[in-house]
């Protein structure tokens, strides 16, 4: 019983570590975080191989929690499945006769390493697979341990472990050679009665019921509208992740056997991996488990020496698992023999060894979480945490009410998830398309068609085809010489550079979530096509300290001046990210100067009070 209330201990205090640094809401554009945390509220289909176990458990979390935005709950659902990961963590660690210290030491490392953190404050498949590994292992421990009336239980609820495995995610093959060469060793009878084989097998075959999400949900399909071109079959079977990523990924990192043990170093420090040698002999005890255990982490090491993708680190998560036992495995031997020294030390002195050492070992990732803390944190700073929600709800009030805005997936992603977790702007129309080609095409057929058409970033050709302006945190996409921007808050008539004017200009203060920014409007006309130039806007104080800069080419570097039409105003901006909102006595400094060697063609300098002015 103290074991389970221990472990339930590890449980609350790891959770409450990670609700602690939990992100609060949207914090990433490129990557499957953002998919999961509109995918998971909707039930659209998850990218493959379809995640459906992991997607009906977090879509019930989304509906059960009463608080936070649909992207925390949806990291909420890491916390929780971290949490409970690290508590089978100590159990098996004690299932492999670790002692409590030990087991609670290495527990707590694995619990602030920083790749295991950071897959625990974010929307992520990884931790609930850490779950259901850490769970077929101690599942089949105790089946192994087992001679009586449970054995068969404990078998059967192996086979449902390896079911969820299998029904969330494909690192659960990792783990079969080895398991199955355990299965085999503690019981060869199995080879000769496959009648035992009937209830494991239904355990196994349940989970994979939840694949009936995908079909049941076609009609939603992906968010990149992939499934219905894939298939169910093709889905579930990876629809060519696998075989890119190995062989065709232009993204891919080539990584070799040294770099993956770097970064597996990296997570719990030299003393790690010099304590992990203390197991050895361990190893040579019993050699059923060290023989599980050892596979385990070789087969993980060898799919990461192929898989070329970026975020190789999360797919490491088995051999971390697996180190960390063995750094439990490591501290009990160390425990062990300092036991047989106190053992002759009278009852105060033996407690004063105790504590001592009990001590030594806690403070080791007491420290380590001390140090990293700032890097593990996601709910701070401000810009940190909320940086990625304010610009998705700047783009998306950027837009056209009826408009098309086209973008990478990730940005139009980021749009769709406000206009579902907000309702706001549901008439705006997202284009994803992550190639340029792609991307101007979906331009020119949208302006074409009549559509107010945005865009979120600089592409090539563009301004060779239509006039653009800055329109809040986006481009705003013209017919060639038709540019028809808002009129000026404070109108100008000031020719800073031959050919060129500025015609009005303003400044919004903007006070989001992550911190207070200035949006200075600037509008310029070009009498002629001018020369390429650069502004650099800058924010001055009172005594001409410079507060901020931006230095860019017109428009968000969309928009190069020597394109620009004769007679059409160009609407410009530039945004300050602040630490304070602006004095009253700041002056806005603009600087145009050639991009080549940085020679001055004008300046203009005004106070800011007028646009704060009522």
């Given at each position: 019983m103290r074991r389970y209330i221990l472990a339930a201990a590890v449980y609350l205090a790891s959770l409450i570590l990670y609700l602690a640094t939990l992100a609060p809401t949207v914090v990433t554009i490129f990557d499957d975080s953002l998919e999961l945390q509109l995918a998971v509220p909707t039930l659209a289909i998850i990218h493959p191989t379809g995640y459906p176990l992991y997607e009906l458990l977090a879509w019930l979390t989304t509906r059960l929690v009463p608080f936070g935005d649909a992207a925390y709950r949806v990291n909420l659902f890491s916390a929780l499945a971290a949490a409970a990961a690290i508590m089978l963590l100590y159990l098996v660690a004690r299932r492999l006769h670790a002692s409590e210290v030990p087991a609670l030491a290495a527990t707590a490392l694995l619990a602030v390493s920083p790749v295991w953190h950071s897959q625990a404050t974010i929307a992520e498949v990884y931790t609930f697979q850490g779950a259901i590994t850490l769970f077929i292992l101690y599942a089949f421990l105790r089946w192994g341990q087992n001679n009586g009336q449970g054995k068969t239980t404990w078998l059967m609820l192996g086979a449902l472990g390896v079911g969820m495995g299998l029904a969330h995610h494909r690192l659960t093959f990792l783990i079969l050679p080895g398991l199955l060469l355990y299965v085999v060793w503690a019981d060869r009878s199995l080879l000769t009665h496959p009648r035992g084989w009937g209830k494991p097998l239904i355990a196994?075959?349940?989970?994979?019921?939840?694949?009936?999400?995908?079909?049941?949900?076609?009609?939603v399909g992906s968010l990149d509208g992939a499934y219905q071109q894939l298939g169910f079959w093709r889905w579930i079977a990876g629809g060519g992740y696998g075989a890119a990523f190995i062989f065709d990924n232009p993204f891919g990192i080539d990584r070799s056997l040294a770099d993956l043990l770097t970064l597996a170093q990296i997570q719990f420090g030299w003393l790690g991996v010099a304590v992990m040698l203390l197991s050895l002999p361990w190893w040579v005890r019993r050699p059923r488990k060290a023989t599980l255990l050892v596979l385990i982490a070789l087969a993980d090491l060898a799919f990461a020496c192929v898989y070329k993708v970026q975020d190789i680190q999360a797919f490491l998560i088995p051999l971390f698992l697996v180190m960390a036992l063995w750094i439990a495995l490591g501290l009990d031997a160390i425990w062990r023999a300092a036991s047989g020294g106190w053992q002759m030390a009278d009852g105060r002195w033996r407690m004063v060894a105790v504590v001592a050492l009990a001590g030594l070992m806690l403070i080791w990732p007491a420290r380590l979480a001390y140090?990293?803390?700032?890097?593990?944190?996601?709910?701070?700073?401000?810009?940190?945490?909320?940086?990625?929600?304010?610009?998705?709800?700047?783009m998306l009030s950027s837009a056209a009410p009826d408009g098309r805005v086209v973008g990478l997936l990730g940005e139009m992603t980021l749009i769709r998830y406000f206009q579902f977790d907000r309702g706001m702007a549901p008439g705006v129309e997202t284009a994803p398309a992550d190639e340029e080609a792609q991307r101007l095409e979906a331009i020119a057929e949208s302006i074409a068609e009549g559509r107010a058409t945005l865009t979120t970033r600089p592409l090539t050709g563009l301004p060779q085809r239509f006039s653009l302006s800055a329109m809040g945190?986006?481009?705003?996409?013209?017919?060639?010489?038709?540019?028809?921007?808002?009129?000026?808050?404070?109108?100008?008539?000031?020719?800073?550079?031959?050919?060129?004017?500025?015609?009005?200009?303003?400044?919004?203060?903007?006070?989001?979530?992550?911190?207070?920014?200035?949006?200075?409007?600037?509008?310029?006309?070009?009498?002629?096509?001018?020369?390429?130039?650069?502004?650099?806007?800058?924010?001055?104080?009172?005594?001409?300290?410079?507060i901020a800069q931006q230095d860019a080419i017109p428009v968000y570097h969309a928009y190069p001046s020597a394109l620009w039409r004769p007679g059409e105003i160009v609407l410009d901006a530039y945004n300050f990210a602040l630490s304070s909102p602006p004095d009253p006595e700041t002056t806005l400094l603009l600087i145009l100067y050639n991009p080549m060697d940085g020679s001055e063609y004008g300046r203009w300098q005004t106070p800011l009070a007028p646009a704060f002015t009522p």
């Open positions: 196994l075959a349940l989970p994979l019921l939840t694949y009936a999400l995908l079909p049941l949900r076609a009609h140090t990293r803390w700032e890097e593990l944190d996601r709910s701070q700073p401000p810009l940190r945490a909320w940086g990625v929600h304010d610009y998705g709800l700047d945190a986006l481009i705003r996409v013209w017919p060639a010489g038709r540019a028809q921007p808002p009129a000026p808050a404070h109108p100008q008539d000031e020719a800073i550079m031959p050919g060129v004017k500025l015609v009005g200009w303003d400044a919004i203060l903007r006070q989001p979530r992550s911190g207070p920014s200035l949006r200075v409007l600037l509008w310029w006309r070009a009498d002629a096509p001018p020369i390429d130039f650069k502004v650099s806007a800058r924010l001055l104080a009172h005594d001409g300290e410079l």
